[in-house]
């Protein structure tokens, strides 16, 4: 079965204390890993893709890692900005799989 | 947002009535999509077409029926058949033309709550 868990539920950092957040899956027909950002309220906006072990992508705090059962999200000295619920999904030919999403607080 | 628009952003429902969310885009994309998100859970994919008058249905399509008339507009009808309809409703269409199935534009959303 399709599954894409993703840990922790809700982090709370203090600016400027960098951490990392974690996404494990198992898709059938994997195309890539996908991060997005969702505000709240709001659609998911899409960050990165990851296609194969290794890779890595980087914007602006968020640097996305890829191993063959597991995504990174690393953010570097978050800012209160950087705030929102963060989603990894495993994409194939026809949909994304998500998972539940890491609540990020940051607080100045 | 970004070229597609969802509305009502809110939306109250009794039991038993069907109720219809749109979804427009103006990007001249082929796919659309619709998913739902419930807290607690990730986004799951109800419906989805890749071309005009035509669509497939997702994990979760039980309770709900489109239809895709325009290349445009994608609306969603949530039937009394749909047990548990309260959630927040996403559609979404590729971010780039070539971009497939998993790197998506959505728009802001339709919450919908059953009274």
């Known amino acids: ?108 | 947002d970004g070229g597609i628009t969802q509305s009502p952003k809110y939306l109250f429902r009794k039991e038993g009535q069907n109720v219809t969310l749109s979804c427009e885009q103006n990007l001249n994309h082929d796919a659309m999509y619709w998913y739902r998100q419930d807290p607690g859970q990730g986004l799951r994919l109800i419906y989805y077409s890749q071309i005009v008058n035509d669509f497939q249905k997702g994990d979760i399509a039980e309770g709900y029926s489109v239809s895709r008339e325009k290349k445009e507009s994608f609306p969603l009808t949530v039937t009394s058949a749909q047990k548990n309809p309260t959630a927040f409703y996403l559609c979404a269409t590729p971010r780039n033309p070539g971009s497939g199935a998993n790197v998506l534009t959505f728009g802001a959303g339709s919450r919908l709550t059953v009274l």
């Open chain 1, 1 to 108: 079965e399709d599954q894409v868990t993703q840990s922790p539920e809700a982090l709370r950092l203090q600016e400027g204390e960098s951490s990392s957040l974690n996404c494990s899956y198992t898709v059938s027909g994997l195309r890539g890993l996908f991060w997005y950002r969702q505000d709240p309220g709001k659609g998911p906006e899409f960050l990165f893709t990851l296609y194969s072990a290794g890779e890595e992508k980087e914007k602006e705090r968020l640097k996305a890692t890829l191993t063959k059962k597991e995504s990174f999200l690393h953010i570097t000295a978050p800012k209160p900005e950087d705030s929102a619920t963060y989603l990894c999904a495993g994409g194939n030919t026809d949909k994304l799989i998500f998972g539940t999403g890491t609540r990020l607080q940051v607080f100045p």
